[in-house]
């Protein structure tokens, strides 16, 4: 049975991680898979209830920067975007330190850490009260659509996990910003904080793309069952239209007055909400990619692929 807490009830929910369960709670982003990162058996638990390959490494949250330092090393870069931009949805990889106290199954082995301090209140105070880094996916099961409301965390991992904290719907609703700082800068994942962002801060990005460095951009990922077809003017007979701007048969509409911002935070929900046996498919009207457009175009693109 998995417990669902009310946001007051943070310390209930800290109790619980600090004892070595897992309680998925509200980030800015989505709702993570919480376990104390420093505790071997909690991370692989997460593992389990997500059926994650082990290969793919956690995010490790923190709430703030001073103890972000304890457990990785920043430089000038680091120090500069940690400046800017969080608490927010940016994580960013960066070397382990030697002594980091974080379990070596969270990071897959590597000598890199994700950190991340989220800006959701809820998530702060959480991870302020339960004292320790606290490793979390998106709380979904491995390949499945990131829960943007505690009723999809429900759907995903009910009877897997000790509890969920709900907080109501996430804002952004897309997974954070992903950046490489271990050699020259390059996004592992786009998310609200964009490429020009980081650039204004740290100049110009490396060109991602080549070798797989994230297994998270392993290319099939946040896939519905149904499959997708993107830039779709109208839905064929069958289908589901998801609209995006000014469109009268639009089943769902991620933005009815073409509001990217607007769009990014129905994404996942929508998509979920039209995942129903009774259509063959999903049509999703194109998305600009400019802004947070290119993530939500991540998303859809590796939600339609391989299939
Ligand atoms: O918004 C978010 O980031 C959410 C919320 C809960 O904070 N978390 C999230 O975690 O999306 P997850 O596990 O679903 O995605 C983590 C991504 C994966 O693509 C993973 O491969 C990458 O970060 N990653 C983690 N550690 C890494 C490392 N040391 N080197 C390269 N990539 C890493
Ligand atoms: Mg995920």
Request: glycine share 8%; charged share 20%.
């Amino acid at each position: 049975m998995t417990e669902l807490l009310k946001a007051n009830d943070i310390s209930r929910a800290a109790e619980l991680l600090r004892a070595g369960e897992l309680v998925a709670f509200p980030t800015e982003t989505v709702y993570g898979l919480g376990g104390d990162a420093t505790n071997d058996r909690a991370v692989a638990a997460i593992f389990a209830a997500k059926e994650r390959p082990k290969f793919n490494p956690l995010i490790v949250h923190l709430p703030d920067a001073e103890a972000a330092r304890r457990i990785v090393s920043f430089d000038a870069r680091a120090d500069a975007l940690a400046k800017k931009f969080w608490p927010g949805p940016l994580t960013l990889v960066l070397p382990r330190h030697a002594d980091c106290s974080v379990s070596l199954l969270a990071g897959a082995g590597l000598d890199s850490l994700a950190v991340r301090v989220p800006a959701h209140p809820v998530a702060r105070e959480l991870l302020r009260a339960v004292g320790r880094p606290i490793a979390a996916p998106s709380a979904n099961r491995s390949g499945r659509l990131s829960p943007t409301a505690a009723a999809h965390v429900m759907m995903e991992l009910d009877g897997r996990i000790a509890a969920v904290l709900d907080a109501g719907p996430c804002a952004v609703g897309l997974e954070s910003t992903v950046l490489d700082l271990t050699g020259a800068a390059t996004m592992l994942r786009p998310g609200a904080i964009t490429e020009e962002q980081l650039s204004a801060i740290i100049g110009p990005l490396a060109a991602s793309g080549g070798a797989i460095r994230s297994p998270g951009m392993l290319a099939q990922h946040y896939a519905p069952a149904l499959p997708l077809r993107l830039n779709a003017t109208s839905a064929r007979p069958g289908e589901a239209l998801l609209g995006f701007g000014p469109a009268k048969d639009a089943t769902l509409n991620l933005s009815p007055r073409s509001d990217l911002v607007e769009a990014a935070s129905h994404l996942f929900a929508h998509l979920r909400a039209l995942d129903l046996p009774q259509y063959s498919g999903i049509a999703v009207m194109p998305i600009p990619d400019t802004g947070i457009g290119a993530a939500i175009n991540d998303r859809l693109r590796r939600g339609a692929a391989g299939r």
